[in-house]
């Protein structure tokens, strides 16, 4: 059904000029999301993430301050740890939960919204390096049990024993023996390459050339840093330049704990990372993004960062687990659409894909707020009262920033409103880098044939993620190259 011909962000812009839209009303939009929801008493500080508490990011000490800042303001009244426990889904809980419904005026990625002469800007745009490419592999794979995405090698890391844990299952259509010895990362990477020297001879270009002018930002683990950077090193980097290859190291926190005198950072807690919420904002502090040149560290300034973020079109998002990567990592439909979105005035291009039915999972949840008027996507543990099995629409996880360096200052002045977790008895918090649809002009696509989301998250994405390994390897040709653009026999 046709909606309204102009772009609704949600932030107060207007109406689209030159450009014919096509929109979706999504199903369900009348259903309300959620039971009805009353904060309690005691409780009245519940988060907003339109509204989110500027924290201080001069440094880590200023952060965890803030954090011990933000315990004692909403904690008011509970008196033990297991109280905190006890009332997280509610200090959690979306304020307006009662408020929402089924999305609206989603912009339908197709052959009518999207020309020809649209995805060879986007080509060009590519090509000539004025995308950032953001690689987000920090996560430790806690479903999986088989520590950071990055390096899992299942020809090493998922034997018999491990595939039975995983899949239930003691025979699988791909057997990961019989796959190259290659980790998650370096298939990642590779694939990036190979997509990106094919785009260069579709273009008449010289594929060396343009994967040296592309810039990466590989955000990592403390626990895996190094062998990370080792993996880059020991694979030539991939074909791209050295000095425009940057990381950033996601620091992890001890937990708070509650004793006589209140709140305090309890250094005897296990580590933990404050979520991908807390990844962005970092990258805004000073130092934390740098280059590796021959072994020497050499890091940014939070001014010196954002300069260089302002010569770039688009930032995209990538997350390691996704599979439809493997087989295809540039996007040059969606890339389009961010960039005619980022005309518009979007700062930030958030995909909806529907949920797994036989394996509904958890992550952004995408809804229409009747108070705020426009859509917002709320992460899953904010759905106090919804199962997994009744989000039906949610957030592929690769995200576009259209001209990024206001995405990051945004981050860095407002900062994201911060969701906390009982672990182990500590306190941790995890904010959300999606909230940043709460702070930015945002604009929601979808593809003409939604597809459910496809990505390596638990034991039931197994096989799918060594189906899409073992289809990789099959194209003709690329193990072949992959050796002689490393240099490694693989």
């Known amino acids: ?141 806690t479903r999986l049990g088989l520590g950071t995405k990055y390096l899992i090698n299942p020809r090493l890391d998922l034997n018999g024993e491990v595939m039975l844990r995983l899949t239930c299952q003691d025979s699988w259509p791909v057997d990961p023996m019989e796959l190259t010895s290659m980790s998650l990362g370096r298939r990642h990477m590779l694939q990036l390459a190979w997509d990106l020297g094919n785009l260069a001879q579709d273009f008449g270009r010289e594929p060396d050339k343009v994967l040296k002018k592309q810039h990466l930002l590989v955000i990592v683990n403390e626990a895996t840093a190094n062998n990370v950077e080792l993996d880059f090193i020991e ?47 970092q990258s805004t502090m000073d130092g934390q993004v740098y280059r590796n040149e021959q072994g020497k560290k050499y890091r940014l300034a939070w001014p010196t960062f954002r300069s260089l973020l302002e010569v770039f079109d688009d930032k995209i998002s990538f997350n390691i687990e996704d599979l439809d990567y493997l087989s295809q990592s540039l996007d040059m439909t969606g890339l389009a659409a961010a960039l005619k979105l980022g005309d518009q005035g979007a700062r930030m291009v958030m995909e909806v894909v529907t949920n797994n039915p036989d394996n509904p999972q958890k992550g952004g949840a995408c809804f229409w707020d009747q108070k705020l008027g426009r859509n917002v ?56 880098q999606g909230d940043l649809n709460f702070l930015l002009p945002t604009a929601y696509v979808r593809r003409k044939m939604l597809k459910p989301i496809h990505s390596w998250k638990s034991g039931a994405n197994t096989i799918s993620a060594l189906e899409a390994m073992a289809q990789q390897e099959k194209r003709p040709g690329f193990l072949k190259w992959a050796n002689e653009l490393t240099g490694l026999k693989l």
Request: hydrophobic fraction near 35%; charge should be negative; glycine fraction near 8%.
């Open 377 to 432: 996507m709320i992460e899953s543990f904010q759905l106090r009262g919804i199962d997994n099995s009744d989000i039906v629409y949610l957030n592929k996880n690769i995200n576009h920033y259209p001209h990024p360096s206001t995405a990051l200052s945004t981050a860095r002045e407002q900062c994201l409103s911060m969701p906390l977790t009982v672990k182990e008895g500590y306190l941790y918090f995890q904010p959300v």
């Open 235 to 281: 694979a030539n980097y991939y074909g791209f330049d050295p000095a425009k290859v940057l990381f950033m190291v996601q620091k992890s926190f001890h937990g708070l704990n509650l004793g006589p005198e209140g709140w305090f950072y309890d250094n005897s807690s296990p580590m933990r990372l404050h979520n991908h919420g807390q990844m962005l904002m």
């Open 1 to 141: 059904m046709a909606g309204p011909a102009f772009l609704r962000f949600g932030q107060g812009l207007g109406p689209g000029r030159g450009l014919c839209y096509i929109w979706f009303r999504l199903a369900g939009e009348c259903r309300t999301a959620a039971p009805d929801h009353k904060p309690k008493e005691n409780q009245g500080a519940m988060l907003d993430p339109s509204k989110p508490k500027p924290l201080d990011l001069t440094d880590f000490t200023g952060y965890i301050n803030s954090c011990l800042d933000l315990a004692r303001e909403r904690l008011k009244g509970l008196a033990s740890m297991e109280e905190v426990a006890e009332a997280e889904d509610e200090l959690n809980a979306y304020p307006r939960l009662n408020g929402l419904t089924g999305p609206r005026d989603i912009f339908v990625i197709d052959q009518e919204s999207i020309t020809a002469r649209d995805i060879e800007r986007a080509a060009r745009c590519l090509l000539d390096g004025e995308v950032l490419l953001e690689h987000t592999c920090a996560g430790e794979a």
